[in-house]
């Protein structure tokens, strides 16, 4: 089926693809609700795990990841079954969907960025950070939601007050347009240099420090382990928003392997970050063993 040459019937593939995702996001949410539970946990039970900013930034960007999959199974379950939900109710699901999915890339570099901090300024970073985190996770969040609430007003200005409280039988999502696509590039790349940037600073400083030498494979690892994870979420979300939605096999199929991409990296972000603290590894084992 090809949408040049033949009609295309974009509710069909949107409700086949939403199927589809169900199960995925199902899978999804279900690890990282069990490792977001187990870290919380831990953190929030050890005094000086709490006191380490990456631990709060780890805590937050997995709520997102498990926030995420759980909006994803909510939002794509009323498209697959065709619940004729109200359209406001889609577009707030959406909407609290696709903020939260920005918070995992806004975690991820801030956690880039409290790293940097931490390496080359080890003596001045600590309590800077200590005393400025939460007004600085505080001012990212307010940002990230309202920019998301303007698009979201500019886009959803068209439709009658009547045509928004009425039900719809498929799921329409709103900043869909070309402005909303724009925008969600430009934020993804600006997230993506500030993680970008602050890993360069850090190999920088770690080779002029002897870290990054021939027999310290570990460190080199690690870093190229990140810039992978990162860019498995990086990548399948722009091409995603540069292409849009479009019917055919070959688009949905396209569609699938991107979100399958995706939603792996999700589900490894607690093994790749989470683990890499030696503190918390130790006591984050024995809870995951109990809770399985």
Same mark, same amino acid.
């Given at each position: 089926?090809?949408?040049?040459?033949?009609?295309?019937?974009?509710?069909?593939w949107?409700?086949?693809?939403?199927?589809?995702?169900?199960?995925?996001?199902v899978?999804?949410?279900?690890?990282?609700?069990?490792?977001?539970?187990?870290?919380?946990?831990v953190?929030?039970?050890?005094?000086?795990?709490?006191?380490?900013?990456?631990h709060?930034?780890?805590?937050?960007?997995?709520?997102?990841?498990?926030?995420?999959?759980?909006?994803g199974v909510v939002f794509?379950?009323?498209?697959?079954?065709?619940?004729?939900?109200p359209?406001?109710l889609?577009?707030?699901?959406?909407? $609290?969907?696709?903020?939260v *999915?920005?918070?995992i #890339?806004?975690? @991820?570099?801030?956690?880039?960025?409290? /790293? !940097?901090?931490? =390496?080359?300024w080890?003596?001045k970073?600590?309590?800077?950070?200590?005393?400025?985190?939460?007004?600085?996770?505080?001012?990212?969040?307010?940002?990230?939601?309202?920019?998301?609430?303007?698009l979201?007003?500019?886009?959803?200005?068209?439709?009658?007050?009547?045509?928004i409280?009425?039900?719809?039988?498929l799921c329409p999502?709103?900043l869909?347009?070309? $402005?909303?696509?724009?925008? *969600?590039?430009?934020? #993804?790349?600006? @997230?993506?240099?500030?993680?970008?940037? /602050? !890993?360069?600073? =850090?190999?920088r400083e770690?080779?002029?420090?002897?870290?990054?030498?021939?027999s310290?494979?570990?460190?080199?690892?690690?870093v190229?382990?990140?810039l992978?994870?990162?860019?498995?979420?990086?990548?399948?979300t722009?091409?995603?928003?540069?292409?849009?939605?479009?019917?055919?096999?070959?688009?949905?199929?396209?569609?699938?392997?991107?979100?399958?991409?995706?939603?792996?990296a999700?589900?490894?972000?607690? #093994?790749?970050?989470?683990?890499q603290?030696?503190?918390?590894k130790?006591?984050?084992?024995?809870?995951?063993?109990?809770?399985?």
């Open positions: 089926m090809n949408a040049s040459s033949e009609h295309c019937n974009i509710s069909d949107l409700r086949l693809e939403a199927t589809a995702k169900v199960s995925v996001y899978i999804a949410c279900s690890f990282a609700t069990l490792i977001t539970v187990a870290v919380i946990a953190v929030s039970r050890d005094v000086r795990l709490r006191k380490e900013s990456r709060i930034l780890l805590c937050h960007h997995l709520l997102c990841i498990s926030s995420y999959c759980g909006l794509q379950g009323m498209r697959a079954s065709l619940a004729n939900s359209l406001l889609c577009w707030l699901v959406f909407g $609290a969907q696709l903020s *999915g920005e918070g #890339l806004l975690t @991820l570099a801030l956690m880039a960025v409290n /790293s !940097y901090l931490t =390496i080359c080890p003596l970073s600590p309590s800077f950070v200590d005393s400025a985190k939460y007004k600085i996770l505080a001012g990212a969040w307010a940002t990230v939601t309202l920019k998301n609430v303007c979201f007003l500019v886009e959803g200005a068209d439709p009658t007050p009547a045509a409280l009425g039900s719809v039988p999502v709103i869909n347009g070309t $402005a909303a696509r724009v925008t *969600g590039i430009l934020s #993804l790349s600006l @997230l993506l240099s500030v993680i970008l940037v /602050s !890993y360069c600073l =850090i190999y770690g080779k002029r420090a002897g870290h990054f030498n021939r310290n494979i570990k460190a080199r690892r690690t190229l382990i990140h992978v994870q990162i860019s498995l979420h990086v990548m399948p722009l091409i995603f928003i540069g292409l849009g939605k479009k019917c055919g096999v070959f688009f949905f199929a396209l569609n699938l392997m991107l979100f399958g991409v995706f939603a792996f999700q589900c490894f972000n607690p #093994l790749v970050y989470g683990l603290s030696r503190a918390l130790s006591k984050l084992c024995p809870w995951l063993c109990a809770m399985v």
